[in-house]
């Protein structure tokens, strides 16, 4: 009996090497397991088998069949398994292929500069102000300390509406409309960005339109310290921690004493490079205290209260950060100029 | 302003001071410079002597010379026509550089040896400017008197230094030599001096014969002077390198030492003739359309704002600006009357814009010290005394308005460290007024400080502060921040608004452009339906920057063609920005608006591309105005009255009823492509009040689905079946979405079928289906019977 189980357990591996697919290996089940199967059969014989032995044979019939089951079950895991890896495999994908294009806007550089400018303000507690580009003579001119008959008042620099309106040409005027609105006349920290307006024929340095920041401080106390350091900060957030400023006297109708502004160059730390001229610094904006007659002009009292004022160019910004050699990109708007600053920057 | 080391060494010794190092130190005293050069930046010339000079046996135009150099004799080939034995010569050796770089070599010129060159003052690096007629065509020709061996530079007075300074406009001081001399003295702590003009004078007293009337405000000083028997000629090499070195073509000897005294002391002069001038002088305002011909020999007409010299008979002069030609100094010229005046800086400026911007004009422009107008005419004498063999003649005409008292300010140590931020001492104070040349005493804590009257700069406490600053260097100074109570910084509302629109079209897949704010008048005329009274600028640069818009698209349509002519075709920006009118007043209204063309997204190797289309820029300004807070605010409106707009595909946009602007296809007649634009004034998008989120519970209880559709006339608006359903579903009706839209075989020809996906909850409780069922019965009879339409049954 034991050689006859044995030969059907041969028999049964035997025929399940040669097994690939699903329906044979049912096919085999069939022929082992099913009703009239090899197997099955096998129990068939219990009937002829005396009494005392019948024990040991239902044990030897149980194993087989279990091993059967074991067996085949085995079997099939495998041949699933092989099939799901060739489905699988009919899924390749070239992953190398473009990816859905999904519609991508930006900010366009001069804003970014100017968002960078305000937070770096707002967050010293300076308020954001604005005013208008269309703009009279007294605000544009007479409160900043250019009278009638100045030469920076020339009509052929301004772009004039009537003989007292013009679009402004600086933001300083909103400096003086600050001042002039402070009905209190209370200490003031503003920022005030915006179009400015020359009369300048276009090219790769000048605009005819272009943005200005306008900074201003009034308070008891303000001194050129306090703008040297208001100044590092600013330069540093926007070119870097290791960079350095000085000051450089100048002149500016509006301020006394006036200052111009360098920032160690960002590109070769100071070691002079084309970008700084050789020089290790550039130029980056215009300064000063608050001229008396400007601060006497809107209501405050000199003799109690100083300030200073800045003016920084964004476009002058961008195009020393990015690298930008024609002021005209700014307004022309091509898109793939604009997307190549859209990401973010590293931080300081 | 060029500063020349030779010329300023008049008045301040620094000859041991390296030029570049004293450019640096004017840079951070305030004065910019753009360069620093030698005058002539030639090596190694000697004045030489042709002593033999044959023609070149194989050249029709070079000569073969023997040059005596002093210590040898050299063999030099010369191709200038003007080469001839016995010519004192300027030789560049072997071994010189030339300004342009040429290093002169032994060489040979058509097989003759030729040891060096002799020179042109071109060749020197003279600007044709400078040059005579003689000296264009050849070599410079030396007088006969020169000394052979000597260095040619220092013999010209060629052997000097400019730095070209770029002054700021205050700075009127500094546009003469003895001003310069000033300040590199103040910089570097060295006296001044400047000598008193010594003239003998002769003859008759000139005020007996001359008749002086100052009939304007506009003058403040009028002196006049008179040389007699003045021989015109070449001035002295010193003064012509000088002049050369300040940008002033030399001419002859008078004129010259009118130039000269001006770059001396800053006071422009003028020279007339005095035969011609007459004896009786008046400054006055020109007559409206008086005629006057300058020396230039142009008839000018003039203006009454133009103040003019003239004589018994007719304006002789533009004041300040040009002299006249029938009053000129010419080769024939005897007597010079001498005038040194002060006129009005505004009115020069603008007769010198219409006219001519002079070394004169710009001087005046800026403001003349009146304490050196006397000196200044003296000077002139002196030197026609000198150089032009001239006699002055007793006496000086004399008008004299101008205040001439020193400026005394008063300022205290406190309010000096107070501004500059610094911890200057009264030492550090007292040394740097003392090398301004300012005088001071101390009284108790106060400076009266007196600021001589050169210094037109200096003339209130803050520009002593700036003057005590610079000079003790602000790299003294350590920044700080301000020391100020707390506050929070802000934005402007409507700013932070902005921001967030920005943001959020940024992230809909929109690039912010910005453009310019002038336009053409044409331009201006296009996408605005109701054209409003235009902000024109009265001088316009160009055609297409004449007005101020009145609408952002047509800047958007140019940024649009400007891409595509870079094969950019797919395009989708926006720009927040303001358009100008006139009412009563000048108004600024900020607007918003955008342009889609092309793809907005997807994949081309996919077929996947969502193309811009109304519904699309309808979905973006829907996200945006939900985005805001507007939903359920805001309407689209069919909208046919927007010219330059496709009247089929544009809509109005309003918001709680008002309009606040509109979208849709831009009219084929102005654009051939499907370009899509909307434009929305945000001062009206942004006044609406927006309340804060309010957040209602998610309804525990099941929602119930219903589908649709009705059979409608083609023009008929969905809005019409929405309003109907959402007014019966109320308040339990809590989506509505449309899910298909059909025309074709299955509907009448001028029919459509519009199908809606209908959601109902009641937040309290479970929706029985007969409840539904009655709601749902109840909007389609109530469209049915409003619209006169047909529900779609399968």
Redesign the interface.
Known sequence: MQEKVNSIKEKLLKKLETVDNLSSLNDLRVEFLGKKGSITELSNLMKEIPVEEKKAFGSLLNTIKNEATELLNQKKEEIEASLLDAKLANETIDVT????????????P??KVI?EI?EI??????????G???ESDLYNFEKLNLPK?H??R???DS????EE?L?RSQTSPVQARTMDANLEKS?I?VICPG?V?R?D?DDATHS??FTQIEGL?V?K?????????????LAKKLFGEERE???????FPFT????EVDVSCFKCGGVGCPICKETGWIEILGSG?V??NVLRGCGYDPEKY?GFAFGIGPERVAMLKYGIQDIRS???????F??DF?RVEGGE | MRLSKKFISDYIDIQDIDMQELAEKMVFAGNEYEEMRPFCEATNLVIGEVLECVDHPESDHLHICQVDLGDETVQIVCGAPNVRKGLKVIVSKVGATLPDGIVIKKAKLAGVESNGMICALSELGLESKYLKEEDKTGIHELPSDAKVGMDALAYLEFDDTIIDFELTADRADLMNMIGMAYEVGAIYDRPVKVKEPVVHEQGNDIIASYQLDVKTDNCSIYLGKRVDNVCIKESPQFIKERLMACGIRPINNVVDISNYVMLEYGQPLHFFDADRLGNHIVVRMAEEKETLTTLDGQMRELKASDIVIANEKEAVALAGVMGGLSTEVEEDTKHIFIEAAIFDPVHIRYTSKAILRSEASSRYEKGIDPNRTKQAILRACELLEQYASGTTQIGMLCYDQADKENKKIDITLEKINQVLGMELKNTDVESILRRLGFTYNLDREAYHVIVPTRRLDVNIKEDLIEEIGRIYGYDHVSGKLPVVPMKQGTYPKKEKMVKEIRKRLEGLGLYQVITYSLIGESECKQFVNEVKTPVKVLAPLSEDKKVMRQTLIPSLLNVMEYNLARNIKDIQIFETGSIYYQEDTFIEEQMLSGLLLGNYQGNTWQNQNLKVDYYLVKGILENLLDYLGMNGRYQIVADETYQDMHPKMTASILVDHEKIGYFGKVHPRTSKRDVYVFEMSLEKLLAKKVRQVKYKEISKYPSVHKDLAFIMPKTMESEQVMSILKKVGGRLLTNIDVFDVYEGENVGENEKSIAYALTFQNPSKTLSDEEVTTIFNQMISEVENKLNIKLRTK
């Open positions: 292929l473009p990816g859905t294009k999904l519609s991508v806007g930006g900010t366009h001069l804003t968002d305000e303000f707002v967050s010293m507690g300076y308020d954001v102000v604005e208008p580009e269309i008959g030469p920076a020339d009509a052929q772009f004039y509406i009537t309106v679009l200490p920290r179009k307006y009369r024929d005819h339109q401080v308070d106390d303000i001194s050129l310290a306090d703008l040297k350091g208001t100044l590092e900060i400023i000085r000051f450089r006297p100048s002149f006394e004493p006036s200052i205290m001229h008396p100083t700014f307004y022309t708007n091509d898109l793939r604009l997307s859209n």
